[in-house]
């Protein structure tokens, strides 16, 4: 779990410093968007270990819970000022904008996924019904062909 927030807080101090790097000659947010991307995922590794249920140390203490809180708002702190930098560079609302977009891409892939999750079952629920349904038809045919069987050899017998 440490190795996780170490990993967003690098992700994070990463991307501003590229950003910071690159911001003055960058022509379009294009230019940056792969650090921008880092940064996101950063601040999304440290807010899922915050998030986490708070782990106990072997005397029953908290753990973490001071570091948690100051990575999450050294993380909000380092994602205000790229979002001014941005707004500088590129124009008022560019950051929102971004944000904003990033927020609808990532409902519509929730989207997406939990569409595909509901063919997949449903295509499941289609052949469970078509197996069951051959089951049923070889049984009734089996049946038919013993009853059948049957007959002849009582009709054999009685003959």
């Known amino acids: 779990m440490i190795a996780e927030t170490m990993a967003g807080i690098a992700l994070v101090k990463g991307a501003v410093d590229g950003i910071k790097s690159v911001i003055t000659t960058a022509k ?11 940064l996101f995922e950063g601040e999304k590794q440290i807010q ?29 702190e380092k994602m205000r000022e790229v979002a001014s930098l941005v707004d500088l560079r590129f124009g008022h609302g560019t950051w929102q904008t971004i944000v904003n977009e990033r927020a609808k891409r990532l409902r519509e892939q929730k989207e997406a996924i939990a569409e595909a999750k509901r063919l997949k079952l449903k295509k499941q629920k289609e052949n469970e019904e078509i197996i069951k349904q051959a089951l049923i038809a070889f049984t009734v045919i089996g049946g038919m062909i013993a009853a059948v069987i049957l007959v002849f050899i009582s009709v054999a017998k009685a003959t």
């Open 28 to 38: 379009d947010v294009n230019d940056i968007s792969g650090y921008i991307d880092k």
């Open 48 to 76: 899922q270990k915050r998030n986490q249920k708070a782990g106990y140390n072997s005397f029953g203490e908290l753990t973490g819970v001071a570091s948690e809180i100051i990575d999450a708002k050294l993380a909000q």
